[in-house]
């Protein structure tokens, strides 16, 4: 489901990064990843949390099929793979401010992550946008949210990024 052949190279590019979530997520939040494509960063959070209730939520069926299949050899429990975009589950009362986080990685511009995701949290809930350090022009946001924590963080290769946490509130 990535371009990296080199087992190495996938490892730092994807498993390594997407490790770096759990700085904000930690095992007891219901979390949502969206657009999890290959998996990341849901599956590694799962693999070092497995008591973490996720919901990967993926539009492509190649890739939604990938994921069930990963879910399905590995014995995951507490793990839910969705083939839908987002917009079609947001008013859903099954995930419709359920979550205290939901996840970005390499999806979208920070305001439409933070329209994409509000409608999933729950009143305490929390949006983790992972950031390049030079993506400081991203931090317009949507009205109605606040950047609340901007976590540094250091790639495999080097690479200062960010975690951008952000919660809802009234403004």
């Not at 509000?118 to 305490?124: C, I, K, V, W």
Request: charged share 20%.
């Amino acid at each position: 489901m990535t371009s990296e052949k080199d087992p190495l190279a996938f490892f730092r590019k994807h498993f390594f990064d997407s490790l770096q979530f759990c700085r904000v997520v930690e095992e007891h939040h219901l979390t949502m990843d969206i657009g999890s494509g290959g998996g990341f960063p849901g599956l590694p959070l799962k693999l070092v949390y497995p008591q973490l209730n996720i919901v990967l939520v993926e539009s492509q069926r190649k890739r939604a099929n990938f994921l069930r299949q990963v879910v399905y050899e590995l014995g995951l429990q507490g793990i839910d793979v969705l083939q839908e975009r987002c917009q079609a589950i947001q008013s859903d009362p099954k995930y419709h401010n359920k979550f205290d986080r939901v996840v970005f990685r390499a999806v979208s511009r920070t305001a439409e992550c933070l329209r994409l995701g509000g409608p999933f949290l729950s009143a305490s809930g929390q949006i983790v946008l992972k950031r390049s350090a030079d993506s400081a022009a991203q931090k317009t946001t949507k009205p109605g949210f606040e950047l609340v924590k901007n976590v540094p963080v250091l790639g495999f290769n080097g690479k200062l990024s960010s975690l951008w946490v952000f919660t809802q509130c009234s403004t």
